[in-house]
């Protein structure tokens, strides 16, 4: 089993089979088409409280890198405003966000904008997070490889035997599960991790609503600290200096 905690510098060796290469894509499209063909009524009513809550553009478009590194525009519908102050600049998302928000990250419902992702080919059912394109740069040599393949909707860890928190699931927790799929790739594991996904769906996810994760800089693998206590200690070593 992977140990999270460590701290590995080895290089991966990302396995390619059969359905690594043709069938998975195959699948991809398949199953995106059908979602999004089955589900166009729940999308039709999100797009109606989208307009209601949020109002026009119903998607928030984010650059992020996929296969390779390659850059592309990931989808989310918006769970919030466009607020802005009396200066013009955005309120603090804890200010924007709505119900309706709350309610679709609770349940992974903005997620569902991603199937458009996974039909156009840049992202896949199952694969590692798509994160921010800031942090290209920052990756160890092995935590590259997390971008061997296709980004994904849904990348759980399920080799660890470890249970996780938002506590324990680290930059490299998230990273090393990474790399294990990539290592592992194959039907049976896909078909476990959707179950996984549709499981959690159901339940509240701490790690998934957890919206104070302390930034990646390449140095903070294993640190587990939101970012209030980080700030907190930082404004206390500023009150100590003074």
Not at 76 to 96: A, I, V, W, Y
Not at 152 to 173: E, R
Request: include cysteine; charge should be positive.
């Amino acid at each position: 089993m992977n140990d999270i905690t460590e701290i590995r510098t080895d290089i991966p060796s990302p396995k390619q089979s059969l359905y690594s290469r043709y069938i998975k894509r195959a699948l991809d499209i398949f199953l995106s088409g059908m979602a999004i063909l089955v589900l166009s009524p729940v999308l039709l009513v999100i797009v109606i409280l989208e307009l209601i809550y949020h109002g026009a553009p119903v998607f928030y478009i984010d650059k992020r890198p996929g296969k390779d590194g390659k850059i592309f525009n990931m989808y989310k519908f918006r769970s919030m405003t466009n607020e802005c102050d009396e200066t013009g600049k955005l309120l603090h998302p804890s200010q924007r966000i709505t119900p309706f928000g709350r309610l679709l990250r609770r349940t992974s419902l903005d997620e569902l904008a991603g199937l458009f992702n996974v039909f156009n080919g840049t992202m896949s059912v199952i694969g590692p997070r798509p994160l921010m394109v800031d942090y290209l740069p920052l990756y160890n040599e092995r935590h590259k490889h997390r971008h061997d393949v296709r980004p994904g909707l849904a990348c759980w860890d399920l080799n660890s035997g470890n249970k996780l928190t938002s506590k324990s699931w680290t930059w490299n927790a998230q990273f090393e599960s990474d790399i294990y799929y990539v290592e592992n790739v194959s039907l049976w594991l896909d078909i476990k991790m959707v179950i996984k996904t549709v499981q959690v769906m159901f339940t509240k996810s701490e790690m998934r609503t957890n919206s104070d994760r302390i930034k990646f800089n390449g140095e903070n693998l294993t640190d587990t600290r939101t970012r209030k206590e980080v700030m907190k200690e930082q404004e206390a070593a500023r009150a100590g200096q003074e």
